[in-house]
T-cell receptor, first 114, second 112 residues
Framework: EAQVTQNPRYLITVTGKKLTVTCSQN?????MSWYRQDPGLGLRQIYY???????DKGDVPEGYKVSRKEKRNFPLILESPSPNQTSLYFC?????????????FGPGTRLTVL | GESVGLHLPTLSVQEGDNSIINCAYS??????FIWYKQESGKGPQFIID?????DKRQGQRVTVLLNKTVKHLSLQIAATQPGDSAVYFC???????????FGKGTMLLVSP
């Protein structure tokens, strides 16, 4: 089944404790992206990647890192999480960038930083 | 349940009614627009898209209308069903930019 998977689905952590949210897709997509979703603000893009070893900042990249060492994986790294990073996170992928192709979204990761 | 529905404008309809969800977009240079549906506890799901060289596009039970003059996008859902209850987002993209900008969403509630 073609899908985007994220792990973990739920995470409660404390300020400053490094964490990684994994994202994997099995569709051989080149484009991958991370979004955060907050009440009243909608989805905002954090980082995206056009291909392996190519990553770029989105609208809200501060406090986040990403890597793209393999086509299928695009982990989101929070080196020192803070409470303002409490949010619902979505990974998405598509063959091409979103101006020419439909993005497929993962199920989401609910992160709480205490 | 998810808290994404808080603070959202809400449209409440009866089953069988036609629904119209509106979206005002911000960038006059945007040339590609997408509607997504997000059910509780799930990620957004593509519904329909439209490019700026069109003003109407139809899918199965859904129609998207684009008015570039006033930067307005609408999603029409015919014969709305309880399974259509979800949050609906519009998104815009500009050629040459690899990012999507999402609207804040509208919650659609369909009662039997």
């Amino acid at each position: 089944e073609a899908q985007v998977t994220q792990n973990p689905r739920y995470l409660i952590t404390v300020t400053g404790k490094k964490l990684t949210v994994t994202c994997s897709q099995n569709m051989n997509h080149e484009y991958m992206s991370w979004y955060r979703q907050d009440p009243g603000l909608g989805l905002r893009q954090i980082y995206y990647s056009m291909n392996v070893e190519v990553t770029d900042k989105g609208d809200v990249p501060e406090g986040y890192k990403v890597s793209r060492k393999e086509k299928r994986n695009f982990p989101l790294i929070l080196e020192s999480p803070s409470p303002n990073q409490t949010s619902l996170y979505f990974c998405a992928s598509s063959v091409y960038p979103p101006n020419t192709d439909t993005q497929y979204f993962g199920p989401g990761t609910r992160l709480t930083v205490l | 349940g998810e808290s994404v529905g808080l603070h959202l404008p809400t449209l409440s309809v009866q089953e069988g009614d036609n629904s119209i969800i509106n979206c005002a977009y911000s960038n006059s240079a945007s040339d590609y627009f997408i509607w997504y549906k997000q059910e509780s506890g799930k990620g957004p799901q593509f519904i329909i898209d439209i490019r700026s060289n069109m003003d109407k596009r139809q899918g199965q039970r859904v129609t998207v209308l684009l008015n570039k003059t006033v930067k307005h996008l609408s999603l029409q859902i015919a014969a709305t069903q309880p399974g259509d209850s979800a949050v609906y987002f519009c998104a815009e993209n500009t050629a040459g930019y690899s990012t999507l900008t999402f609207g804040k969403g509208t919650m659609l509630l369909v009662s039997p």
